[in-house]
């Protein structure tokens, strides 16, 4: 076990004043909570993600929805342990740095980030996609059938900037908003899904069309990956990044996260398969399920409309908006959280971890995330390219969670902790293979031009560092780094094999199948590993830890627990 070094982490630097976490207000509840990880989950994903997965696995996309689930559960357990003992603003960008120290906590926290804010103006570009199915020509042109044009991007603007008003007055607003969008989210899926499979359904669809996979396992594994299918469960995080402001995060985080991702996988095996059935035979034959892309611009809409139901085209129109628009309001919350995270790891400017004393809100992060979106929104302009970039993304950051929470109670055992999960010691390095696999089922070169994407992030890590180092000699930079290397070579170990792997996962081909895929579940295996022993506890733990005793003591004194509200393990 690593003995606790002297306190030569960044918290002996003065940092920005730290009342302003606690300026968060505990008014979430259970169903809030709830609502914010279905609302998240929910949004575009269910408008494109089914189309795009048929276009890659065709009928064998309602397996893909079955193994992203599973897979987003499995990491997905791990957080709430870890949110649940970390009930903090922001907390899905602390965890790793707790557990590793910076450059751990800053690879992880740039990864989520970039793979969060992205989603926002993704959100906004969906609804701006359905839109321009309309009959109306100025509808028609504001997407070319690949991108946003000039108009539909400045209208995407529009949006990105609803979302964020929304969320700029108050968190009790947004939650009362949330919760109701979230059930128009629910309840628009399931007509549709009646409606549709009522009208019209060609069981004959599921063995035409080159039969249940035509283009083989690894187009199921690749669509998990690559279709919105990772960008749709990804949304199970924004109940940890709110757990700052839940009433009882022990009890809630658990049923919101697991409930969330429960509840969304119904929903899009209920659609993907109404959209599998109810395509017309002699399109399918005509266009095969990768045309079909091209022929369903605003996918369910067009089928609603194709069977002459108006009205439910209509309502799909109209939840083209409200769907992303609630996904978007909720990823505007869980970014600004984020930014504050990030600036408490001590790689932003202070003035990021502001929270307005009246409101709660940490206003300066959103003004942050808002330049950022409007950025992404300009560079990419389709829905399908974002959301490529958010699942290899995602990813990334969450592979450290299952190595974070088995770590820490190695390194921390006295943190209290509310959820404790007896399956953590095999359930984590599983999890932490299963992400490892998602990575390399995404493809080269998009695997490699994500990878760059973090790694652009390494020169603001670097400068934050040295200037720690200049402001304090003690701060053990080489400490943070060697905790940090097992990430390192992952990531470039990952790269390398995806470039050089199966041709079916867009490599060069020097990997045989099934090795290739064996090779990758060992480097994920041997990974894990590596990262439990590269663990150890510097005084960002050391505070986290004495932080949390403090609360379960204040909160003991206030309001005793009674052994029907005592949470023991999962």
Partial sequence: MTTRPAHNDRSTVPQPPAPSTGNYRRTLGTVALTATGLGSIIGSGWLFGAANAAAIAGPASILAWVVGAAIAFTIALSYTEL?????????????????????????????????IVSVIPGEATASI????????????????????????????????????????????????????????????????VTALLATSHHTENLTSGGGFAPNGASAVLTAVATSGIVWAF??????????????????????????????ALLVYLGLQTAYLLTVDPATLAAEGWGGLQTTFRSPFADLATALM????????????????SGTGMTYAATTARMIHGI????????????????????????????????????????????????SVATVISYVTGPVAAVALRRIAPELPRPVRLRQLPWLAPLAFVFGTLVLY??????????????????????????????????????RHLRSGLWLVVYLVAMALVSWLGGTEFGGLGYLAPGWDVLLVALIGFATYRWGLASAWRGPALDEAVAAALTRRQRESEEA???????????
């Fill in 83 to 115: 949110g649940a003992a970390f009930p903090e603003a922001g907390a899905m960008v602390r965890f790793g740095h707790y557990s590793h120290g910076s450059l751990t906590g800053y690879l992880a926290a740039w990864a989520n980030w970039i793979a």
């Fill in 234 to 263: 990804n949304g199970f995080q924004s109940p940890v990044n709110l757990a700052a402001e839940a009433k009882n995060p022990g009890r809630s985080l658990p049923i919101a996260v697991l409930g969330s991702i429960g509840i």
């Fill in 441 to 478: 089922w995404a493809r080269w070169p998009l695997t490699g031009q994500v990878l760059l994407i973090i790694g652009a992030g390494l020169p603001v890590y670097a400068w934050y560092e040295w200037r720690a180092h200049r402001a304090d000699p003690a701060h053990d930079l080489a």
């Fill in 129 to 192: 996609q359905y839109m321009s199915s309309w009959s109306f020509d100025w509808a028609q042109g504001l997407f070319d059938g690949k991108e946003l044009t000039g108009s539909g991007l400045v209208l995407a603007a529009v949006l990105v900037v609803f979302y964020f008003g929304l969320n700029w007055f108050a968190v009790s607003l947004f939650a009362r908003t949330n919760t109701a969008i979230t059930v128009f989210k629910l309840v628009v899926p399931a007509l549709t």
């Fill in 560 to 570: 005793p627990v009674t052994p029907e509200e005592r949470v023991g393990t999962v």
């Fill in 343 to 390: 600036q408490r790891n001590g790689h932003l400017p202070g003035v990021f971890g502001k929270v307005d004393p009246k409101s709660g809100i940490p206003r300066p992060a959103m003004l942050l995330n808002l330049a950022i979106a409007f950025l992404f929104l300009a560079v990419f302009r389709g829905w399908g390219a974002l959301a490529a970039i958010v």
């Fill in 309 to 324: 139901l108006n009205w439910l085209a209509l309502l799909l129109f109209a939840d083209a908006f409200v769907s992303p």
